[in-house]
């Protein structure tokens, strides 16, 4: 009787074993995951590793057409643009109210064209910029209260609109996809109370920000940025050539100037080619990450590639991006031979595991 007592023991301690090794395993897998998902978010949300490229749509802004049309800058700059593959949207002071600009980053587009006034602030060396929107205290609180909006005057009508700060662009939703922002205020480029203006447009993404230096008249700022226009895109100028062919204001001696100093050898058909590149969808970037869980070796394959316009934003997709996770195991024995991929490599669509 005692055979088949140690041969039940033996099955039962074989059973529990196996039912132990399937639990390990189960571990395994969720913290796999866990990683896994850890790992990507944190590579989505490294600077520059995002997969945002820059766009072929181009917008003009014209908030200054509440008191000062210029119908043939206006023609002149989209054609300008046009010619030169830019899908062109124009939008006079009647659309250019708060919400409008808190849509700004949101539309995606390559180049900025912002004709609008800009002033300093009284009590700060800060530059803002007008909505077409008339102030009303009452509308707004709490972005007034959190400096986002202020009242801003024109001092040759009185009249008085919503500003928006540095702050407000700071605080927009999305970003500028390495975005020309062409500022032609007064004093958007100030060199000590503009800079912060032009910094908040590039922290959200903004390749280059491009203003004037002091008070300037609206017809020079538009002569001078239809100039800096063909410069950029018909003459392939770098930043730094364009902007230093255009002439300065006088009596005022306002001249155009660019942020950051590192964007002055940028060249627009190089952005162009890289969004005809974006949008072929060839371009893919992937990160590995090998790591020990229990007794396996996993290593995690993250590939990034920016979107397809088939794709849309569903199913494979986190945060408009394709997003493919392999892991792949192995028992003991120290990280498998690490290899790049290739265009048959195996991978697997919104973060599926594939074992």
């Not at 972005?143 to 001092?155: D, N, P, R």
């Amino acid at each position: 009787m005692s055979r088949p007592a140690k041969k039940t023991g033996k099955v039962r301690g074989e059973v529990e074993k196996r039912g132990l090794n399937k639990v390990s395993l189960a571990f395994s897998l969720i913290l796999a995951v866990a990683i896994v998902s850890g790992a990507l978010l944190y590579h989505l949300s490294l600077p520059g590793e995002s997969g945002v490229k820059f766009s072929l749509k181009a917008i003009v802004v014209d908030q200054l057409s509440v008191d000062i049309e210029n119908q043939t800058f206006v023609d002149s700059v989209v054609k300008i643009l046009s010619e030169n593959g830019f899908s062109v949207t124009y939008h006079d002071y009647k659309e250019t109210n708060v919400p409008f600009f808190r849509n700004l980053a949101k539309a995606s587009c390559g180049i900025i064209v912002l004709r609008l006034h800009s002033a300093l602030r009284k009590d700060k060396p800060v530059v803002d910029f007008f909505t077409s929107e008339p102030y009303d205290p009452q509308k707004y609180v709490e972005e007034q209260e959190e400096g986002l909006l202020v009242k801003g005057t024109v001092s040759y009508s009185d009249k008085s609109y919503f500003a928006f700060t540095p702050k407000f662009v700071e605080n927009l939703e999305g970003a500028f996809p390495r975005s020309i922002i062409v500022a032609m205020g007064c004093q958007s480029l100030n060199q000590t109370a503009g800079i912060s203006m032009a910094e908040a447009f590039h922290r959200k993404g903004a390749a280059v920000y491009i203003g004037w230096t002091s008070w300037v008249t609206a017809p020079h700022s538009d002569a001078e940025t239809v100039k800096l226009l063909r410069k950029l895109l018909c003459e392939n100028m770098t930043v730094h050539e364009a902007v230093a062919s255009t002439a300065k204001e006088y009596p005022y001696r306002a001249s155009l100037a660019y942020y950051p100093a590192s964007a002055k050898n940028l060249k627009m058909r190089d952005l162009i080619a890289e969004a005809e590149v974006k949008s072929s969808g060839i371009t893919q970037k992937a990160t590995y990450k090998t790591f020990m869980c229990g007794r396996w070796y996993w290593t995690a394959v993250l590939a990034l590639s920016p979107p397809r316009p088939e794709a849309g934003f569903g199913g494979s997709h986190l945060l408009g991006l394709p997003v493919s996770a392999f892991l792949s195991p192995r028992r003991g024995g120290g990280p498998p031979e690490r290899r790049l991929p290739t265009s048959q490599s195996p991978h697997v669509g919104g973060g599926t595991l594939k074992i």
